[in-house]
């Protein structure tokens, strides 16, 4: 208990959401009840000092207290209340923002901050410490795979900065992100997928899929154009039919991940083309003409089928609740995922049999896949044949 400047005005340490505080009271004298010749002393809360009171505030109702008293009419205290700015309150900012701007993946954002940021949503957003992300970032990596917790601060850190730069909330303003610069970190990720499927996979897989020629979904046509061409998933679903040229080749606009180029197209993915049914202006579209957002999973599922050592063996929920994994599953479990065969493995199959063939250089490579950096593309280098040895031999044997 601390004593103040102020007459029958004291305050105490006290927490609010980890952060040190202070409560403020003031004491008066009042008749005891019971032996109406003595008086007692009574001490009442005015409020926090993250609530915006201080001591003059205190003081005024101490003040206020008394006369009150003196009249016979004694009023309860009423706390001065702020309304806080909480993280829901920035999120509610940050989702208006982006979807406005036209991010494609705001729904994604959207679901990771409802089902992974739950327990932060009314918390004060100038509350929020490095110490409780690192709390959250060791709790969900008990459930979730790395990837996904980077995604989870990722998300959080985006809304923190938006607050921060476009919040009209004066001390969000003054806020430093306490997951900016990688101040919170998940142990480094090897995103190199490995994965992709061998020559008699892939002619097992398609002669699998032959049977859905017919789908409306047109599984069997995107697995051909997806791996005739290496692009990525995306860049095949939004292809026009401008972009099919005359002279054989596919153009794939630039986009945020890859460059624009020029692909050519293999006979049978010329003839599967041509039969395609238009539309609408996208080449490969939904029968209402619109764009296919993802491969069916009914895909993934005949993959697994065919090829069983494909299939994730860790068990990651039951009755629909996320299981706290073990160390051994959790490894297990990413390695399992970094080499599964998915949809994009068909890209880094179309990459891979590139490089093994001994025809191509890692430049070309990188072209034809639209890497903005050969650094990507060094991943297949180790399965380029290796001529070097016999190359070095005979510079100094022919000598």
């Known amino acids: 208990r601390y004593s103040t400047n102020k007459t029958g005005v004291f305050w105490r340490h006290c927490t609010t959401n980890s952060k040190d505080d202070k409560t403020y009271y003031i004491t008066y004298k009042v008749q005891d009840e019971k032996d109406p010749t003595q008086k007692k002393t009574v001490e009442s809360v005015v409020g926090k000092y993250s609530q915006n009171v201080r001591i003059a505030y205190a003081h005024q109702k101490y003040i206020e207290t008394v006369n009150n008293l003196k009249t016979g009419e004694p009023v309860p205290i009423k706390r001065k209340k702020k309304k806080y700015y909480t993280l829901q309150n920035a999120f509610d900012e940050y989702i208006q923002h982006v979807k406005s701007e036209g991010k494609k993946t705001w729904k994604k954002d959207q679901e990771i901050y409802t089902n992974h940021l739950e327990k932060f ?27 996904t917790v980077q995604y989870i601060l990722a998300v959080a ?4 900065n938006y607050a921060i730069t476009y919040s009209k909330d004066k001390e969000a303003q ?21 994965a992709f499927f061998k020559y008699d996979q892939a002619e097992l897989l398609l002669k699998e899929l032959e049977k859905y020629k017919l789908s409306s979904s047109l599984i069997y046509q995107l697995t051909i154009a997806l791996l005739h061409t290496g692009a990525r998933f995306s860049e095949v679903a939004s292809l026009n039919w401008d972009d099919i ?8 606009k630039a986009t945020k991940e890859g460059n624009a180029r020029h692909v050519s197209m293999s006979n049978q993915l010329k003839a599967i083309i041509e039969e395609l049914p238009k539309r609408s202006e996208l080449v490969f579209s939904t029968p209402k003409g619109t764009q296919i957002q993802q491969m069916p999973d009914s895909w993934q599922r005949i993959v697994d089928k065919l090829f069983p050592e494909n299939v994730i063996t860790v068990k990651r929920t039951e009755d629909g609740v996320m299981l706290e994994l073990s160390q051994k599953d959790r490894e297990l479990l990413e390695k399992q995922t970094k080499n599964r065969l998915t949809v994009h493995s068909l890209r880094h199959t179309h990459a891979s049999w590139m490089a093994m063939s001994g025809n191509f250089t890692l430049l070309e490579i990188r072209d034809e896949l639209g890497h903005k950096t050969t650094k990507m593309t060094e991943r297949y280098a180790h399965l380029m044949p290796e001529d070097r040895h016999k190359k070095v031999s005979a510079l100094f044997d022919d000598n």
């Open 174 to 194: 003054r806020y430093i992100n306490p997951i900016a610069n990688g101040k919170v970190k998940v142990k480094k990720i090897d995103n190199a997928n490995k």
């Open 157 to 160: 850190r985006q809304i923190i």
């Open 121 to 147: 949503h009314q918390v004060e957003l100038v509350s929020l410490t490095q110490e409780n992300f690192n709390d959250l970032k060791n709790e969900k990596l008990k459930t979730h795979s790395k990837r």
């Open 245 to 252: 040229k005359d002279d054989g080749t596919i153009y794939f």
